[in-house]
C-alpha cells in the first residue's frame, strides 16, 4: 500500500514560491489500477515522481509499504518496489544492448548469474523482445523501446508501476501494443496471479483509463475528482472547465441527454471498443 | 507557393549498404493555400521528409520543385526559401532560448535583418495569433510557461517569420486538451489567412476534424494521398498502415443506426453535435404538436 498524506511539494524559483502539489491525501492499495489525469501543469509528474522519492515531499509524508520516503536508508527499497516508465524511454535506457538494459537493475540489486538470466529471458519473451536481444537499443522504434523500458522495470519485481504518459509520443498500432502488454498484467491479475501489481498510468487519452479501477483527476495541484472512470466521465461539463476531455462516446451521450430533455440516451453497447 | 515533389528518394549512408531508403519513389504536389495532413506510423519517413522540403536534406534521386524551380539547381537560393517555408520541429520548445517571450520571437524576424519597427508589428501579431494575450506575455520568461503556452511561443517564433507554407510536425505531442484545443485553432486561423498548411501528426481525431486531404507514409512510400472519406473506407489499407478510424466516425455508425443522425462524414465531436442538433430537434422535439 502507498499512503500519501497532506502532500505539500514546492519549490523555489529566485525570490518566487511555487506550490506544485497542494495537499495531496491518497492511498494506493494493492492490486489496483488508477487512472491519473490532469492539465498540463496541474502536477502529475511532480506527484509521480514523489511515489518513489524521487522528490521528496516539502510537507506531508509518503508511505511505500509502512517506509517513509524521508528516511533516506529505505529509499534503495523504496525505488525498487516503486518502478517508473516515463513518456519518452530514450531518457531511462542506459546500456548498449537490449539483454544488458534489461539486466541492468538486477546487477545492480546484486542477483546472482543464474537467476539473472532466467529473469531476463523470461522478460524478453514476455515483452517480445527476443529477436533483439543483442541489438543496441536506440534503434529500436519508439513502441518497442517503450516495451523494453517496462522490461527492465518489471525485472526488478516492483510492486507499484507508476507510467507517465508512456503512450503519448507513440504511433497507435505502438500504443495498442504497449496498452494491450499492460492489460495482460490487470488480466493475470484478476485470474488469481500472485504478483499484485498497483498500477498509477497518467494519460491524456481519456479512453485509456476505462478500463481501470479509479480514476483520480488532478487540478492546481489537488485531487478534485476520485472515483470510477465511468462515473467521473458523466461529468462533461465540469471537466472541460479543468481543460479535460472526455472520451467520444461519453460527451455525445451527455449532449444527446441535455438535446432531448434526458429522453435520449446512448446504450454502453453503443460505446466503442476500448482502444 | 506550390510545391512538387518528384519522384524522391532518399536512404541515410551512415547506414551503410544495410540500410533500406527512408523515402522511396515519393510523388507529392502541394498547392497554394491548400490544407492537409500527412500520417503514417513512427519510422515511416515523415519527419525526413518534411527535413527535404526546405533543402536540410537532399535527396539521392528525384526532385523538389517550388513554383516550377528545382531548389537544388545551382542559382537558386535556399536561404530565400526558408523565409518562405517555416517547419516547426517536434517538441519546439526545447529550442527555446532567450529571457523574454518577446525576444524569443523577434528572434527570426530580426535574423530576417528586418528593421525593429516591423519586427514590432510580426512579433505583436505572431503572438496573438497563437492566442496569447500580448501585454500579459511579452515580458515573461519562456521557461516559467505551462508546457502549453511554450509550445505556442516557440509556433509563433515560427509564425513570425510569415510563411507562405507552414510544416509542423505533432504540434500537439504532450499537449492537454486545451491545449490541442488551441493549436488546432491556429493552425484553422493560419490557414484562413490563405496561407498553406501541411500538418504531421499520429492524432488521428485531431487530424480528420481539421483537413480533408491526407497523405499516408509507410515504410517511405506514399501508401494513399485523397479525400479522409475514400481512406477510411479502405479497411484493408488503414490495417497494413497501423490506422484506425477516428473514434468519432465509430460512434456515428451506432447514431446513425438509430436514425439520430444521416451523415456518416461527422469526423469530429462538433460536426457530431450539429448533426444532432438538426436530427433530433426536428424529430423529437419540433414534432411535438403545439400547445
Known amino acids: ?275 | 507557393m506550390n510545391l512538387q515533389i518528384q519522384n524522391l528518394s532518399f536512404r541515410f549512408s551512415s547506414f551503410g549498404s544495410f540500410s533500406e531508403p527512408v523515402l522511396n519513389d515519393i510523388n507529392l504536389n502541394i498547392e497554394e493555400g491548400e490544407f492537409l495532413a500527412l500520417v503514417g506510423p513512427s519510422g515511416s519517413g515523415k519527419t525526413t521528409l518534411m527535413q527535404h522540403l526546405t533543402g536540410l536534406l537532399k535527396p539521392d534521386a528525384g526532385q523538389i520543385r517550388v513554383d516550377n524551380q528545382d531548389i537544388f539547381a545551382k542559382g537558386f537560393s535556399l536561404t530565400e526559401l526558408r523565409k518562405k517555408i517555416g517547419l516547426v520541429f517536434q517538441f519546439p520548445e526545447t529550442q527555446l532560448f532567450e529571457d523574454s517571450v518577446y525576444k524569443d520571437v523577434a528572434f527570426g524576424p530580426r535574423n530576417l535583418g528586418l528593421p525593429e519597427n516591423e519586427v514590432a508589428v510580426r512579433v505583436e501579431e505572431a503572438i496573438e495569433n497563437v492566442r496569447l494575450d500580448f501585454e500579459k506575455f511579452k515580458n515573461r520568461i519562456p521557461f516559467h510557461l505551462s508546457e502549453g503556452e511554450k509550445r505556442r511561443v516557440a509556433i509563433a517564433g515560427v509564425l513570425a517569420l510569415q510563411p507562405e507554407f507552414l510544416v509542423l510536425d505533432e504540434p500537439t505531442a504532450g499537449l492537454d486538451y486545451s491545449g490541442v484545443q488551441a493549436v488546432a485553432d491556429i493552425l484553422k486561423h493560419y490557414h484562413s489567412m490563405g496561407r498553406t498548411v501541411l500538418l504531421i501528426s499520429h492524432n488521428i481525431d485531431l487530424v480528420t476534424s481539421l483537413v480533408d486531404r491526407m497523405v499516408v507514409i509507410s515504410d517511405g512510400k506514399i501508401r494513399f494521398d485523397g479525400h479522409k472519406k475514400e481512406l477510411f473506407q479502405n479497411q484493408k489499407l488503414l490495417q497494413s498502415v497501423g490506422l484506425s478510424i477516428p473514434r468519432t466516425l465509430a460512434l456515428v455508425n451506432s447514431l446513425k443506426q438509430k436514425g439520430w443522425v444521416k451523415s456518416s462524414e461527422l469526423y469530429s465531436i462538433n460536426d457530431i453535435k450539429r448533426e444532432l442538433d438538426q436530427g433530433i430537434l426536428a424529430k423529437h422535439i419540433l414534432a411535438q404538436p403545439q400547445t
Open chain 1, 1 to 275: 500500500m502507498i499512503r500519501i498524506s497532506n502532500l505539500i511539494f514546492e519549490y523555489t524559483d529566485g525570490e518566487e514560491k511555487n506550490r506544485v502539489l497542494n495537499g495531496i491525501d491518497l492511498t494506493i492499495r494493492e492490486g489496483e489500477s488508477i487512472g491519473l489525469m490532469g492539465p498540463n501543469g496541474s502536477g502529475k509528474t511532480t506527484l509521480a515522481r514523489c511515489l518513489n522519492g524521487l522528490l521528496l515531499p516539502t510537507e506531508g509524508e509518503v508511505f511505500v509499504d509502512d517506509m517513509n520516503t524521508n528516511e533516506a536508508a529505505r529509499i534503495s527499497e523504496i525505488r525498487r518496489l516503486v518502478g517508473m516508465v516515463f513518456q519518452n524511454p530514450e531518457n531511462q535506457i542506459v546500456s548498449t544492448t537490449v539483454e544488458r538494459e534489461i539486466a541492468f537493475g538486477l546487477e545492480n540489486l546484486g542477483v546472482d548469474y543464474e537467476q539473472m538470466h532466467e529473469i531476463v529471458d523470461k522478460m524478453l519473451e514476455q515483452f517480445d523482445l527476443q529477436k533483439y536481444r543483442n541489438h543496441p537499443p536506440h534503434l529500436l522504434s519508439g513502441g518497442e523501446m517503450q516495451r523494453l523500458a517496462l522490461a527492465s522495470v518489471m525485472a526488478m519485481s516492483p510492486r507499484y508501476l507508476i507510467f507517465d504518459e508512456p503512450t503519448s509520443l507513440l504511433d497507435l498500432a505502438s500504443r495498442k501494443s504497449l496498452l494491450s502488454i499492460i492489460s495482460e498484467f490487470y488480466e493475470e491479475k484478476r485470474t488469481g496471479d500472485k504478483s499484485k501489481i498497483s498500477t498509477l498510468f497518467i494519460t491524456q487519452y481519456p479512453e485509456e483509463t476505462l478500463t481501470f479501477d479509479r480514476l483520480l483527476v488532478l487540478n492546481q495541484g489537488q485531487i478534485v475528482l476520485d472515483d470510477k472512470p465511468a462515473v467521473i466521465f458523466q461529468k462533461v461539463e465540469e471537466l472541460k472547465d479543468i481543460g479535460l476531455e472526455v472520451p467520444a462516446e461519453f460527451e455525445v451521450n451527455h449532449y444527446l441527454k441535455k438535446l432531448s430533455d434526458g429522453k435520449l440516451s446512448l446504450n454502453t453497447s453503443d460505446f466503442l471498443p476500448i482502444p
